[in-house]
């Protein structure tokens, strides 16, 4: 059981990046997937969630009007668009899922993670 997320990066603030994330797995449509993040000297915070059919999501306030989740089974992946970034967005995301049908926020109900990809937003 594998998560491999891309799509991080160097990007200028106001900038977007979307984030990508395919898991290894067959059963992938059963999971919630989500995203959490961690900054140098931070605790790890989530960011955003998307249940197991896509018909609901979860965003951290910071996230709101800015990111948006979707997933497209299809392919096993999850998507972050991350849009008007800001330096404070700056970094390493990593990739979560668990078997459920709600929608998590909590980094400790999730079972797999990825290895993180780094995106950093200069001012």
């Known amino acids: 059981v594998q998560l491999q997320a891309s799509g991080g990066g160097l990007v200028q603030t106001g900038g977007s990046l979307r984030l990508s994330c395919t898991a290894s797995?067959?059963?992938?449509?059963?999971?919630?997937m989500g995203w959490f993040r961690q900054s140098p000297g931070k605790e790890r915070e989530f960011v955003a969630a998307?249940?197991?059919?896509?018909?609901?999501?979860a965003y951290a306030d910071s996230a709101k009007g800015r990111f948006t989740i979707s997933r497209y089974d299809a392919h096993n992946t999850v998507y972050l668009q991350m849009n008007n970034l800001k330096p404070e967005d700056t970094a390493v995301y990593y990739c979560v899922a668990d078997r459920s049908f709600g929608v998590e926020v909590i980094s400790d109900e999730y079972d797999y993670w990825g290895q993180g990809t780094q995106v950093t937003v200069s001012s």
């Open positions: 998307v249940s197991w059919n896509g018909g609901r999501t």
């Open positions: 797995w067959s059963s992938f449509s059963y999971y919630v």
